[in-house]
């Protein structure tokens, strides 16, 4: 046994780059952990509008870019090198840091796990530099070129583009999920950001897209952006809470904090927690099960947790930021005292709001005043049907089937749906104080409504170009399921405010509150699709200048001082695009503009519906920067979503809500409101194939009748 005793293995020195590779798995776990790194970056260097690429989930590309201070020349050789920071020189220094990055390994980590390139721009430098990194080394970007920073053109700021990430790590690749559910991941440290950041402007998008997922505007509040980010919903029933700590303030235990969160009438299928500790994000799993404690005392137990927001400053000398790899977590003195006095005074706050609780629900749409127009309910219907069936009356000797003896059972009140398109809509609901405000008698309302809905079918038109083709394929791939028999099947309610561009419609047992902006831009890019090289023309008598509406665009623009091109030179530039391009315009999409430089007509997509041509000039404007003129596909993809958008009902951007309107504008409203009923709604029950994209914002379920009958229980 002893001859046969294994030797101890000998202790070896691990390889630099092994190291190395180790404790980038400890930093960077996936795509979401490299941007949550790269974003703290910005914003220590004074960053006020970021933007964010990224592709197949950040796995493929992963692109920030900032306008902050930008990294000195000097510094690059050795930017992607472990532990080298601007932030401390002195272990004194960790003790009262407050900025993001202290360590210096998250650049190197990045080199260690993926192609890393950064092109950079200080305010005194004149061009930008470009560098190429592997393993924390500088590296030629191109076979047979040095590896020393190369000039070239750039903005003040940063552009840090991470490539092929985990490329020679297959274990950690195989390990993440779907690129979709890596970008959510992404999508979600974002919001938490650009929530505590309101001052700074965040834009997300996907690699070959135009249009952003997520974009927040700079000089904002906190209230602000939870209301964009997170909906109205969440934003009108927000509270807020101001705490700090008894004493001088410049003590090391002196701290303050700022809360957000819900009140007791908002419910939420999961709980929101967001906390940063002296703007760092942070977990802290003691405050959270203290904050649930206090709700639980508040909202019933079928009642789930609202969303919260905190933001703690303490003083750097109380905090140690040095205790996880990814800085996701931190110690600080205090903590039970801290937590404390923030749990009660939120639990005071919504003590003091908790005196009413409301409860949203909306009865059932009722019939017409006239007897015959009213729906007989099923029970009367089975009676009737059995006094035919008696001796002596019409159809007698018809004994009833078991099947039907069994239809006849009682249904109960909770699950009866009464809908028809002669219910009552939310307008008629209203007084009527002037006789003037009828547009008419009923029958000349029933006969309206039935030109309406007998309106010829808009057939799709035949094209051999496969861009088209791969267009309307994609919108037919992209169908959701059940939001499109919703909108197939739905009873319109009415307009709840036409500046917000919100209504409400019924489907089944459920209300839905739908931003009917949103699938009208849908409805109008799918339709201009569909028509693609035979849409209709709307003409304009006369004709105005194409250079003449884009210069009001122009000018209507907020453009800053240092654009290299003025005003009058991007009013050329935007009317040479279109007028090198007026034959195809006219074929494909009816946009008609003469030699001269008139536009002679614009594209009609819905018959019985006219856009506000307010909006004419600021169609045209966009179409210069906005539509990518260099690829086919994209090129008529990209167009057709400007016309969509500039279809999209609703006021014009110069539209001040709190001037009172003149009477041409309320003539101009009321036409509106009678579009969006009549020719907006059922042009989507026949036409639009919803994406599920609409179900994040758009389309939301305000009450169904189980839930209300329950209420109504409870009450």
Same mark, same amino acid.
């Given at each position: 046994?002893?001859?046969?005793?294994r030797?101890p293995?000998?202790?070896? =020195?691990?390889q630099?780059?092994?190291?190395?590779r180790?404790?980038?798995?400890?930093?960077?776990h996936?795509?979401?952990?490299?941007?949550?790194?790269?974003?703290?970056?910005?914003l220590?260097?004074?960053?006020?509008?970021?933007?964010?690429?990224?592709?197949?989930?950040?796995?493929?590309?992963?692109?920030?870019?900032?306008?902050?201070?930008?990294?000195?020349?000097?510094?690059?050789?050795?930017?992607?090198?472990?532990?080298?920071?601007?932030?401390?020189?002195?272990?004194?220094?960790?003790?009262?840091?407050?900025?993001?990055?202290?360590?210096?390994?998250?650049?190197?980590?990045?080199?260690?796990?993926?192609?890393?390139?950064?092109?950079?721009?200080?305010?005194?430098?004149?061009c930008?530099?470009?560098?190429?990194?592997?393993?924390?080394?500088?590296?030629?970007?191109?076979?047979?070129?040095?590896?020393?920073?190369?000039?070239?053109?750039?903005?003040?700021?940063?552009i840090?583009?991470?490539?092929?990430?985990f490329?020679?790590?297959?274990?950690?690749?195989?390990?993440?999920?779907?690129?979709?559910?890596?970008?959510?991941?992404?999508?979600?440290?974002?919001?938490?950001?650009?929530?505590?950041?309101?001052?700074?402007?965040?834009?997300?998008?996907?690699?070959?897209?135009?249009?952003?997922?997520?974009?927040?505007?700079?000089?904002?509040?906190?209230s602000?952006?939870?209301?964009?980010?997170?909906g109205?919903?969440?934003?009108?029933e927000?509270?807020s809470?101001?705490?700090?700590?008894?004493?001088?303030?410049?003590?090391?235990?002196?701290?303050?904090?700022?809360?957000?969160?819900?009140n007791? &009438?908002?419910?939420?299928?999961?709980?929101?927690?967001?906390?940063?500790? &002296?703007?760092?994000?942070?977990e802290?799993?003691r405050?959270?099960?203290?904050?649930?404690?206090?709700?639980?005392?508040?909202?019933?137990?079928?009642?789930?947790?609202?969303?919260?927001?905190?933001?703690?400053?303490?003083?750097?000398?109380?905090?140690?930021?040095?205790?996880?790899?990814?800085?996701?977590?931190?110690h600080?003195?205090?903590?039970?005292?801290?937590?404390?006095?923030?749990?009660?005074?939120?639990?005071?706050?919504?003590?003091?709001?908790?005196?009413? =609780?409301?409860?949203?629900?909306?009865?059932?749409?009722t019939t017409?005043?006239?007897?015959?127009?009213?729906?007989?309910?099923?029970?009367?219907?089975?009676?009737?049907?059995?006094?035919?069936?008696?001796?002596?009356?019409?159809?007698?000797?018809?004994a009833?089937?078991?099947?039907?003896?069994?239809?006849r059972?009682?249904?109960?009140?909770?699950?009866?749906?009464?809908?028809?398109?002669k219910?009552?809509t939310?307008?008629?609901?209203?007084?009527?104080?002037?006789?003037? $405000?009828?547009?008419?008698?009923?029958?000349?309302?029933?006969?309206?409504?039935?030109?309406?809905? $007998?309106?010829?079918?808009?057939?799709?038109?035949?094209?051999?170009?496969?861009?088209?083709?791969?267009?309307?394929?994609?919108?037919?791939?992209g169908?959701?399921?059940?939001?499109?028999?919703?909108?197939?099947?739905?009873?319109?309610?009415?307009?709840?405010?036409?500046?917000?561009?919100l209504?409400?419609?019924?489907?089944?047992a459920?209300?839905?509150?739908?931003?009917?902006?949103?699938?009208?831009e849908?409805?109008?890019? $799918?339709?201009?699709?569909?028509?693609?090289?035979?849409?209709?023309?709307?003409?304009l008598?006369?004709?105005?200048?194409?250079?003449?509406?884009?210069?009001?665009?122009?000018?209507?623009?907020?453009?800053?001082?240092?654009?290299?091109?003025?005003?009058?030179?991007?009013v050329?530039?935007?009317?040479?695009?279109?007028?090198?391009?007026r034959?195809?315009?006219?074929?494909?999409?009816?946009?008609?503009?003469?030699p001269?430089?008139?536009?002679?007509?614009?594209?009609?997509?819905?018959?019985?519906?006219?856009?506000?041509?307010?909006?004419?000039?600021?169609?045209?404007?966009?179409?210069?920067?906005?539509?990518?003129?260099?690829?086919?596909?994209e090129?008529?993809?990209?167009f057709?979503r400007?016309?969509?958008?500039?279809?999209?009902?609703?006021?014009?951007?110069?539209?001040?809500?709190?001037?009172?309107?003149?009477e041409e504008?309320?003539?101009? &409203?009321?036409?509106?409101?009678?579009?969006?009923?009549?020719?907006?709604?059922?042009?989507?029950?026949?036409?639009?194939?919803?994406?599920?994209?609409?179900?994040?914002?758009?389309?939301?379920?305000?009450?169904?009748?189980?839930?209300?009958?329950?209420?109504?229980?409870?009450?």
């Amino acid at each position: 046994m002893g001859e046969d005793a294994r030797e101890p293995l000998p202790i070896r =020195r691990l390889q630099e780059t092994l190291i190395n590779r180790i404790a980038a798995g400890e930093v960077i776990h996936r795509p979401a952990s490299a941007l949550k790194e790269l974003v703290e970056n910005c914003l220590d260097a004074g960053a006020t509008s970021i933007r964010v690429t990224v592709k197949d989930g950040g796995l493929k590309l992963l692109q920030i870019q900032d306008n902050g201070y930008g990294i000195r020349k000097a510094d690059l050789p050795i930017l992607a090198e472990r532990f080298t920071t601007s932030k401390l020189s002195t272990f004194s220094d960790l003790s009262k840091i407050a900025t993001y990055g202290f360590r210096g390994e998250a650049l190197a980590s990045m080199s260690h796990v993926a192609h890393l390139n950064v092109v950079t721009k200080t305010k005194t430098d004149t061009c930008a530099w470009k560098a190429s990194y592997s393993d924390g080394k500088l590296v030629e970007p191109q076979p047979g070129q040095t590896p020393d920073p190369k000039p070239c053109a750039g903005n003040d700021g940063t552009i840090i583009t991470i490539e092929d990430l985990f490329y020679n790590t297959p274990t950690r690749l195989a390990a993440l999920r779907s690129p979709s559910e890596e970008y959510s991941r992404i999508l979600d440290v974002l919001t938490k950001y650009a929530i505590h950041n309101p001052n700074v402007a965040f834009i997300c998008k996907k690699a070959g897209t135009s249009a952003p997922d997520l974009a927040t505007p700079s000089a904002s509040s906190t209230s602000q952006a939870i209301r964009m980010l997170y909906g109205h919903s969440i934003a009108k029933e927000l509270l807020s809470a101001d705490v700090s700590s008894l004493g001088e303030n410049d003590k090391p235990e002196s701290w303050k904090a700022e809360a957000h969160f819900t009140n007791a &009438n908002y419910q939420s299928k999961k709980t929101i927690f967001l906390l940063f500790i &002296n703007h760092r994000l942070v977990e802290s799993s003691r405050m959270k099960r203290a904050l649930e404690a206090v709700y639980n005392g508040i909202l019933p137990k079928v009642f789930t947790l609202s969303p919260n927001q905190r933001s703690l400053v303490i003083d750097p000398r109380s905090v140690d930021v040095n205790v996880h790899p990814t800085k996701k977590e931190v110690h600080f003195l205090n903590e039970e005292a801290i937590v404390e006095r923030i749990s009660d005074a939120i639990l005071e706050t919504l003590s003091s709001k908790g005196e009413s =609780r409301i409860f949203e629900y909306q009865t059932l749409l009722t019939t017409g005043g006239a007897d015959n127009d009213r729906v007989v309910p099923k029970k009367r219907k089975d009676k009737e049907r059995e006094h035919d069936d008696e001796p002596g009356t019409e159809g007698a000797g018809i004994a009833p089937s078991a099947t039907q003896a069994e239809s006849r059972k009682k249904v109960s009140s909770h699950l009866k749906v009464r809908t028809s398109l002669k219910d009552r809509t939310l307008d008629s609901m209203f007084p009527v104080m002037n006789s003037s $405000q009828i547009g008419g008698s009923s029958r000349d309302r029933e006969t309206e409504k039935a030109e309406t809905s $007998q309106s010829r079918d808009i057939k799709e038109s035949e094209c051999i170009l496969t861009s088209v083709q791969a267009l309307r394929k994609n919108a037919i791939k992209g169908k959701h399921r059940l939001l499109t028999e919703i909108l197939e099947k739905h009873t319109f309610v009415g307009i709840v405010d036409v500046n917000q561009c919100l209504s409400l419609v019924q489907h089944s047992a459920n209300l839905y509150l739908v931003n009917h902006a949103s699938l009208a831009e849908e409805l109008f890019y $799918q339709l201009g699709l569909r028509q693609f090289g035979n849409i209709s023309k709307m003409k304009l008598e006369p004709p105005p200048p194409l250079k003449t509406l884009i210069s009001i665009a122009i000018e209507a623009e907020d453009i800053p001082d240092d654009t290299p091109l003025k005003k009058p030179q991007i009013v050329e530039r935007i009317v040479d695009i279109l007028m090198s391009r007026r034959e195809m315009l006219a074929e494909y999409f009816s946009l008609e503009i003469s030699p001269d430089g008139f536009v002679a007509s614009l594209p009609l997509l819905l018959r019985d519906y006219t856009p506000n041509l307010d909006k004419v000039p600021s169609f045209l404007m966009r179409l210069g920067p906005q539509v990518n003129w260099t690829s086919e596909q994209e090129c008529f993809e990209s167009f057709l979503r400007e016309l969509a958008h500039f279809y999209v009902p609703g006021p014009a951007a110069c539209f001040n809500p709190s001037v009172p309107l003149t009477e041409e504008q309320e003539v101009q &409203n009321k036409a509106e409101r009678w579009q969006i009923e009549h020719a907006l709604f059922p042009s989507m029950r026949r036409y639009l194939a919803a994406p599920q994209s609409l179900l994040d914002a758009d389309v939301v379920q305000v009450a169904n009748l189980p839930d209300l009958y329950k209420v109504f229980e409870r009450c």
